[in-house]
């Protein structure tokens, strides 16, 4: 936890600190932002197990805890990094296995697959916890990637094309052998989604317009869309709460540690770093965000959250005003992620508050944003 001495509350607003774990290189970097210009000596101590630092500032001194233990040097060496920032690098004292890639132990990156799902496992409205699935499902399975079929163009030497296929796409061609629908008893899970017959659900209301969106009957709070493909409901997972047993409480999870599973479930099948996110109609989108992951697991801590620490990707982003144009141009190492409107607004937003955590001097980068998206999962 953050603590802080003599000046209170002034200080945390005049000095600000953020560490993050840089672990390809084994280093954990440590910077100290100041409100006015810095025209005092910076000094950082570290606690004596290397796992919390302190900044010196005049008037008092603010603490707080780093990502992982650091080997304690004989001197601390600050080095300035602008006129508001100063900085200092730290060796971590062990080895950490953290997924620098983005595609290692990716089923232990997502919250709520089937693996974790019971027959006793009761779904909620987020909002208001009116329940909409009360232990009607006793067979969970993990649904495959979204872009399954274009794998499988790669692995088939003779791919399903029969009579009128030869102009459809991947997941058509393969939809046409193998279509996945909604059956009762039976709930369909993949990184951002729960689907399930309509007959298992109850306490919903469906909007017979546009996207046909589905609520929550008593406090009216979207919570999916009825899928024609599939022939049933599919469930944003972000807008609803989860129990595995009606003796436990409700667990439930914000909305960027969906859209961090989902990036990392595309880094993992595609390669691919940078994602056009938009809403609706790829040809009507105006506002969109340009996204290049960074890097897609970090530790961080921070004299503005509570916590102690936090796991997150690192996301680079631009908003852009003409999508199809911006796709053209980046194509072969742009992929489409299209979301639901007000899942792309909140992105847009934690992007923005998440950038003013980051040191002014490191919050742009080649005319990039630089933001964090958190995940789901253990910070230590």
């Known amino acids: 936890m953050v603590s802080k001495s003599q000046s209170g509350d002034s200080l945390m607003s005049s000095i600000s600190l953020y560490s993050e774990l840089l672990a390809n290189i084994g280093q954990v970097t440590v910077f100290a932002s100041f409100a006015s210009t810095r025209d005092h000596i910076v000094h950082f101590e570290l606690s004596p197990d290397g796992g919390a630092i302190s900044c010196g500032h005049p008037g008092g001194r603010v603490t707080i805890p780093l990502p992982c233990a650091v080997i304690k040097p004989t001197v601390l060496n600050t080095v300035a990094s602008g006129t508001y920032d100063a900085y200092v690098r730290l060796q971590v004292a062990k080895s950490l296995d953290l997924d620098v890639g983005g595609g290692q132990r990716l089923m232990d990156s997502i919250p709520w697959m089937a693996g974790s ?84 659900c109850t306490n919903l209301e469906v909007k017979s317009d546009g996207e046909q969106l589905v609520s929550c009957k008593q406090c009216r709070t979207i919570l999916g869309i009825q899928d024609h493909v599939i022939e049933g409901i599919r469930f944003y997972k972000w807008n609803i709460s989860l129990r595995c047993s009606g003796n436990v409480g409700w667990t439930q999870y914000s909305m960027q540690e969906f859209i961090s599973a989902q990036l990392l479930e595309l880094l993992a099948s595609q390669g691919n770093r940078k994602f056009l996110a938009y809403a609706g109609d790829l040809e009507e ?68 508050t998440s950038n003013m955590v980051i040191p002014e001097s490191a919050r742009t980068l080649q005319g990039w944003k630089v933001g964090l998206l958190n995940r789901w999962g253990s910070a230590t």
């Not at 030497?157 to 052998?177: D, F, I, N, T, W």
Request: glycine share 4%.
């Open 285 to 352: 989108a105006k506002d969109a965000l340009l996204l290049w992951v960074f890097n897609p697991d970090l530790r961080y801590c921070a004299s503005s959250i509570p916590e102690s620490s936090r796991r997150a990707m690192k996301v680079m982003y631009r908003v852009v005003g003409d999508p199809v144009n911006v796709l053209k141009q980046e194509s072969i190492s742009t992929e489409e992620f299209k979301l639901p409107w007000p899942a792309l607004k909140e992105m847009r937003r934690d992007l923005e």
């Open 117 to 200: 799902l019971t027959s006793n496992t009761q779904i909620a409205c987020k909002a208001c916890k009116t329940v909409v699935i009360n232990e009607r499902i006793a067979d969970w399975r993990n649904l495959p990637s979204e872009h399954w079929a274009d794998l499988m163009d790669l692995w088939h030497c003779h791919k399903p094309e029969g009579a009128g296929q030869s102009s459809l796409s991947a997941s058509q061609r393969y939809m046409a052998v193998e279509r996945t629908r909604a059956k009762s008893g039976t709930g369909l899970v993949d990184s951002s989604h729960i689907l399930l017959s309509a007959a298992d």
